[in-house]
């Protein structure tokens, strides 16, 4: 289990560069993080170098992502999409945790918000408030 995110990560290296040999214009900003208490990112990683492939210029802020980092994040980068990981039931609450603070900072609905997780339902999405679970939702990308 200890040596999986490491292979994970060595293959995400090696394809990286395949899967960004493509001629498109950039599409916009994502601004991707694992939330706040969870340490798992290897999910989060992937959803990331398929968005660079798809043409999204990514801003990856890692995994124990606070609500006020993604906050800063997007006012800073101007992202038309916030992305949010979580592996642990335990730590779901923490994208509901952001979803206020959105609201705060006169972004949501301005901004398309996909959270995604072994956790996460669509059920659970709608209650937040999100746009779409699973970060591998297409129909936010075109």
Known sequence: MLIAPKSSQKALEILKPLLLKTDLKPKGNIVIGTVKGDLHDIG????GIMFEGAGFQVIDLGYDVSPEKFIEALQREGAQI???????????????????????????????VMIGGPPITDGYAQKIGADAREMTHTKLLS
Do not use: G
């Not at 989060?44 to 959803?47: E, P």
């Not at 979580?86 to 949501?108: D, F, G, H, S, W």
């Open 44 to 47: 989060k990683n992937i959803v």
């Open 82 to 112: 916030l992305a949010m990981s979580c592996l642990l039931t335990t730590t779901m609450i923490a994208m509901k945790n952001v979803m206020e603070p959105l609201r705060k900072a006169n972004l949501y609905r301005k901004i398309k």
